[in-house]
């Protein structure tokens, strides 16, 4: 509310590229937020928040992939490494008890991926406008590569051209040509699969990057997707490959940290 008037813009840009505005009565929503509230907006509640006094509990409103803004000093907890989309950080995230955000993006052509004890509106304002955070809480995470035009590893929503040399997308796939849409690689993302579904092929030993992993799939003519990440906290990582496309591959179980990837995927 501005001037005692409600106010309602729509952009067609990701909300963490919404300009700043004159008043900060107008707060920034991604169309893809799961928790936006129904409150009307009042002097005392200029921007229509949830303050807590509904019934069924105090609320939230998360924060999916908008710039940090917040005005503290907080460090992150983690930054792990070998991280290639946000979906894969939110694996992280979710594997570390104390997790409660993350920011994701490419800065200087290396993908960076760190973990917060904080809530995302709390996590300071970052020197590169590449990364943008996710509450843990967050239902819709991309799984898209960072690239020199998409730096925050945004879903674009496109459905034709290509992404990089391969053609991978992460999320948003690309268009053939009698207008049927093509499965779009899994890029770096928590398994999804049904439990038990499919077995690995190979686990080979003294793996340590997802790019290694990736190797040695090229090398077996069976392999359509990798495996990579840690089946303890803190534990050695693991490579494995498998016969089925990475949307097949079993979730982790809890207290694993592993990612999937088609063997398209660019690293």
Known sequence: MVNNIDQCMLYSVAAASVPKQSSTNLIAYDKACTSVPAVVPTTSNPTGANTGNTKGGNHKRQTCGSAPSGSGSQSPMSQPTGITTAAACLAQCNANSACLSFIFGMVNNADECMLYSVAASAIPKQASTNLVAYDKACSSVPSVVPTTSNPQGLA?????????????????????????????????????????????????????SAAACKVKCQADSSCKSFEFGTITSGGSPVCKLFSVAAASVPAPTSGQSLVVYDVGCSM
Do not use: F, L
């Open 156 to 208: 674009t929503g496109s459905s034709s051209g290509s992404t990089g040399s391969t053609g991978n997308t992460g999320n948003t796939g690309n268009t053939p040509a009698q207008g049927q849409h093509k499965r779009a690689n899994m890029c770096g993302a928590a398994p999804t699969g049904p439990t038990n579904n499919a077995s690995p092929i190979s686990t080979p030993s003294n793996i340590n």
